[in-house]
């Protein structure tokens, strides 16, 4: 799974990349003036993707945010997150081994250090619930979902972290941080694992417009020839 999840990423961000380029080249024979220190507003969506260990084991997580940026120094949004750990465990399942999911949402806050700069520092804080549990990848899809609402335990989490972003344009952003994962006591039969507590590494873009609100003018260079 971890390697689908890479390959999602570099697609995307190798696209950003190229949205960047062509909204430079368009704006190289443009200078800008005027620009008042007025307050701006910002939306994005986000994806990210994760990896790191639970109960020794690898784990991998991806997720997706909204959030609305206030003045480009605090974050407020919503996040869902899945995460899958290949755990091998036997002795649940008959004839098959079990591995651990979980999903969780709940709310996305950020304050953010350097707004101005090319590259900021924030400290992404998610704090929500969700369930996890043991899964079978041997299961249907209409197997899975029953499996879900008997079997699996809910779980509270707060997830804090440190990122560095990188703004490579007014509507794209790129991230990367190190977050601890913190969640409740886990309930499952047998309870083999009691939490998904750890740490994990991530990366991640945001799409959407950083600074509207701006007052931001343009004047076109006159060409030599004209």
Do not use: C
Not at 173 to 195: H, V
Request: glycine share 8%; proline share 3%.
């Amino acid at each position: 799974m971890k390697y689908i999840l890479a390959i999602i990423f570099l697609m995307l961000t190798t696209n950003l990349y190229n949205i960047s380029a062509q909204e430079k080249e368009k704006d190289k024979d443009y200078i800008e003036f005027n620009d008042r220190k007025n307050i701006v507003h910002g939306f994005y969506l986000g994806l990210n993707v994760s990896f790191g260990k639970i109960e020794k084991e690898n784990a991998s997580a991806i997720s997706l945010k909204l959030a609305y940026v206030a003045n480009r120094k605090f974050e407020i949004g919503l996040t869902t997150k899945g995460i899958y750990s290949q755990q091998n465990l036997s002795g649940i399942f008959p004839n098959t081994e079990a591995d651990l999911a979980a999903f969780y949402s709940g709310l996305h806050l950020e304050p953010i250090f350097f707004s101005k700069s090319k590259i900021n520092l924030s400290f992404p804080i998610l704090i929500g619930g969700g369930a996890a549990g043991y899964i079978n990848e041997e299961w249907s899809g209409d197997e899975l979902e029953d499996r879900v609402e008997k079997d699996w335990d809910a779980i509270f989490v707060i997830e804090p972290g440190i990122n560095a972003l990188y703004n490579i344009s007014r509507y794209v952003q790129f991230e990367a941080g190190i977050r601890y994962r913190f969640s409740s006591k886990l309930e499952l039969n047998p309870n083999t694992i009691d939490d998904i507590n750890g740490f994990s590494i991530s990366i991640g873009t945001k799409v959407g417009i950083f600074n509207l609100g701006r007052n931001r003018y343009k004047k076109k260079i006159p060409k030599e020839n004209e």
